[in-house]
């Protein structure tokens, strides 16, 4: 082969695609779409001597209002998206707990449809209708919600009560004085719990029952000098006595609530997680 030939060809070149200038790359369905708005932080009036952590979440657009030396844990999470919430004075709102839900949250739905349960629970007497609307959630005086309970839109609880770890209380249930909601159980929506009652059961499961007023058939000093002057004037010695009893095992139940919550006190602010507001 004649070498001028081969040295006449000309040399094929590589050509590499690219875009051309105008082209720009498509952007990513994340950055695409608009940023979402953060959920408005609800008005919160709260008693100078209410504990709040820092990391506890208030959202919703009516007011929240918190009582005197109640105690608001960290991570805590109150809702008021439905209607203004009311937690009274020496609350304990427990760590992850739950006043109020978000929208468009599971919870709304869970549990609901039970009708088993709310038809047992009318029949027993405990239920009772609600409206629509507004459903404002009322939370009385010494009332403990603890960890990651839920409590749903529509709530009345009553004083001194008690919502276990992980129970979860529907809508427009009200909860009387001195009763306890028992771990992880469920009270289905337009449920009445009388005062003093114990309400139990995990999930689908559901009993209730009154509290027990007495802790022995042994009378303490105190019960049974109100229990003679009651027999001199012609009243029930038995009856006296289990009602005193009752009241003292609540009022000593009380006394510990109370330095509960001021060991929380010291505990949140020295975490650096709280401050009373």
Not at 199 to 211: D, L, Q, S, T, Y
Request: net charge positive; charged share 15%; proline share 8%.
């Amino acid at each position: 082969m004649d070498p001028r030939h081969s040295s006449s060809r000309p040399t094929p070149q590589q050509s590499h695609l690219r875009p051309p200038p105008h082209h720009r790359p498509l952007a990513t369905t994340a950055s695409s779409a608009p940023p979402a708005s953060a959920p408005p932080r609800a008005p919160v009036t709260a008693h100078p001597t209410a504990t709040i952590s820092d990391s506890a979440v208030f959202q919703g657009p009516h007011r929240i209002t918190i009582g005197s030396g109640s105690i608001i844990h960290p991570r805590a999470r109150i809702y008021s998206h439905d209607g203004p919430v009311v937690i009274g004075d020496g609350c304990i709102i427990s760590e992850k707990a739950s006043v109020g839900i978000a929208p468009g949250s599971g919870a709304s739905t869970r549990g609901q449809g039970r009708a088993r349960n709310a038809a047992s629970a009318s029949a027993s007497g405990y239920g009772e209708g609600g409206g629509g609307g507004e459903l404002p959630i009322r939370i009385s005086a010494n009332v403990t919600i603890g960890p990651v309970a839920t409590v749903h839109p529509g709530v009345q609880i009553h004083s001194a009560a008690v919502v276990d770890a992980l129970a979860i209380v529907h809508r427009r249930v009200s909860i009387g004085a001195h009763a306890k909601i028992c771990a992880r159980c469920e009270v289905p929506t337009n449920t009445k719990v009388p005062e003093w009652a114990v309400v139990w059961g995990i999930g689908a499961g559901f009993g209730i029952r009154r509290k027990i007023k007495v802790v022995g058939k042994k009378a303490g000093p105190v019960a049974l000098a109100a229990a003679a002057a009651a027999a001199a004037g012609g009243g029930s010695v038995q009856a006296l006595e289990m009602t005193l009893e009752g009241r003292a095992a609540e009022d000593a139940r009380m006394v510990g609530l109370h330095k509960e919550r001021e060991v929380l006190v010291k505990y949140i602010a020295s975490s650096g997680g709280g401050r009373r507001r």
